[in-house]
T-cell receptor, first 114, second 110 residues
Framework: SQQGEEDPQALSIQEGENATMNCSYKTSINNLQWYRQNSGRGLVHLILIRSNEREKHSGRLRVTLDTSKKSSSLLITASRAADTASYFCATDGLRWGSNYQLIWGAGTKLIIKP | EAQVTQNPRYLITVTGKKLTVTCSQNMNHEYMSWYRQDPGLGLRQIYYSMNVEVTDKGDVPEGYKVSRKEKRNFPLILESPSPNQTSLYFC?????????FGPGTRLTVT
């Protein structure tokens, strides 16, 4: 079952611009994670934000979480060609009692044009 | 180097011919999981394991089996593959929170 839904499904921007992707989910969560997947390869963890956090930074990445709206956004600043990838959000559910089980969105495909 | 390995990376097989995709992790993680990824559907969980000898079904377990006899290994078994199991498969491990993914196995069943 899919809990997270990313928006937009695809995003194409010029190198150097900022890219913003959004994720919405349905049930209460312990935390929300963002992953990157380069074409056909394994997913790589980017950042985890806990339900009691509102914003988190990691290098050029900024993640926000609004639990009242059940949504999160991932901002990539000063985009580079190497940022071209698909980005997925994943949430756990309080009903599982742990943060092992993740529910995944369908992803946003980001293309950075040189 | 901490990693999750999968083998084979690519496999083309015929309907009904049993196959096993291996997965191994060297991080001493208790939790391991198998996913399949299909265009437009994101990642769907097939089976997961919370520890040795403890496995449970995910969202799409039909047609698959798993075993967890050792902590580091979590093979995925397709007893009688069918064309609708053509997909990209990922193994992942975790100690809670962040999941570490293998490089993927692209399976084609003709």
């Amino acid at each position: 079952s899919q809990q997270g839904e990313e928006d937009p499904q695809a995003l194409s921007i010029q190198e150097g611009e900022n890219a913003t992707m959004n994720c919405s989910y349905k049930t209460s969560i312990n935390n929300l994670q963002w992953y990157r997947q380069n074409s056909g390869r394994g997913l790589v963890h980017l950042i985890l934000i806990r339900s009691n956090e509102r914003e988190k930074h990691s290098g050029r990445l900024r993640v926000t979480l609004d639990t009242s709206k059940k949504s999160s956004s991932l901002l990539i600043t000063a985009s580079r060609a190497a940022d071209t990838a698909s980005y997925f959000c994943a949430t756990d559910g309080l009903r599982w009692g742990s943060n092992y089980q993740l529910i995944w969105g369908a992803g946003t495909k980001l293309i950075i044009k040189p | 180097e901490a990693q999750v390995t999968q083998n084979p990376r690519y496999l083309i097989t015929v309907t009904g011919k049993k196959l096993t995709v291996t997965c191994s992790q060297n991080m001493n993680h208790e939790y391991m999981s198998w996913y399949r990824q299909d265009p437009g559907l994101g990642l769907r969980q097939i089976y997961y394991s919370m520890n040795v000898e403890v496995t449970d079904k995910g969202d799409v377990p039909e047609g698959y089996k798993v075993s967890r006899k050792e902590k580091r290994n979590f093979p995925l078994i397709l007893e009688s593959p069918s064309p609708n199991q053509t997909s990209l498969y990922f193994c992942a491990s975790s100690r809670g929170g962040e999941q570490y993914f293998g490089p993927g196995t692209r399976l084609t069943v003709t």
